[in-house]
């Protein structure tokens, strides 16, 4: 399904300007009106995270208890639940942010010595890559992922909110790539709202706020290592 009108009014977000003209919240409010119910699932999905109705629903069926796993397994459930989409977009989305968010963990882990298998979420074809080659200096990823080496490069950035800025540049390019031939269908739509969601997070967010972020996701590592 085709969304002429909406694309076209969409306001131009830009990451050198780095502020949209509504939160997040009121673009998924606006969305559910505008888009069809099948599409705006989606855009739930995205904006409820692990709180989106259709993946409770989902992860009910599975008869997995919620209150007995832990939040990092409740996160590889919500990347599972996200690679089986029938949109191949939100699919890829998905599986990109499940394979960049193991690897940026894996050269934690490998920084401080912890066990990287046990931090490892979720399955991909790159995530079972590295399973395979935990102790190959490129976790056997040079020639199985095409973003390897920029993400080995923002992995080595010693500047917490560089490192972060980096990240969200790659998504960005990320999402400009896969909605190249893409003009007025959902995806862009949400390639849009993704964007607007960096963007928010970056003006709520300063130096501190990065630090203890950071500091939050090596205290959880350390409790695994």
Request: charged share 30%; glycine share 4%; hydrophobic share 40%.
């Amino acid at each position: 399904m085709n969304y002429y009108y909406y694309i076209a009014g969409m306001q131009e977000v830009s990451r050198s300007e780095g502020k949209t003209e509504r939160s997040c919240r009121e673009i998924a409010e606006e969305l559910k009106e505008e888009l069809s119910a099948n599409d705006y699932e989606m855009i739930e999905l995205i904006a409820g995270k692990r709180n989106a109705p259709k993946f409770i629903q989902w992860i009910d069926r599975q008869g997995i208890n919620r209150e007995e796993i832990s939040e990092e397994e409740l996160f590889g459930h919500w990347y599972r639940y996200g690679m089986l989409q029938k949109n191949r977009f939100l699919r890829d989305w998905f599986t990109f942010n499940l394979d960049l968010n193991n690897v940026l963990t894996a050269f934690i882990c490998r920084k401080n010595g912890w066990d990287i298998a046990k931090h490892l979420v979720g399955e991909s074809q790159v995530t079972n890559c590295m399973r395979e080659h935990l102790n190959d200096k490129d976790f056997g990823l040079t020639a199985e992922w095409e973003y390897y080496p920029v993400v080995a490069q923002i992995a080595a950035e010693e500047d917490i909110m560089e490192k972060e800025k980096k990240t969200d540049a790659l998504k960005w390019d990320w999402i400009d790539e896969m909605n190249t031939f893409n003009t007025f269908s959902v995806e862009v739509v949400i390639g849009h709202y993704l964007k607007c969601e960096m963007i928010e997070r970056w003006n709520m967010l300063n130096i501190e706020d990065g630090e203890k972020a950071f500091r939050a996701i090596l205290s959880k590592l350390t409790l695994k290592k």
